[in-house]
């Protein structure tokens, strides 16, 4: 499921959005965009609509999970 991580600059008002394919790689990316200390603003998807970072992790545990089932 596809999901679009809208961000900010801690020091700046415009925002920026990154689309990520999966929860797993959207985690990695907030991970990477917290280091460079961007702000999250929020996480939408298609299905879930605006969606927490908690949510993400229990949505890309469950993707972990099918992935192990599948291989």
């Avoid at 200390?37 to 993707?63: D, V, W």
Wanted: proline fraction near 3%.
């Amino acid at each position: 499921m596809p999901y679009t991580i809208v961000f900010s600059a801690s020091n700046v008002d415009d925002i920026s959005g990154i689309y990520a394919k999966t929860a797993l790689e959207a985690l990695m990316t907030i991970g990477a965009l917290q280091g460079r200390g961007e702000e999250l603003r929020y996480i939408t998807s298609p299905q879930e609509g605006e969606i927490g970072i908690e949510m993400l992790r229990i949505l890309a545990r469950e993707e972990e999970e099918e992935l192990q089932a599948s291989a």
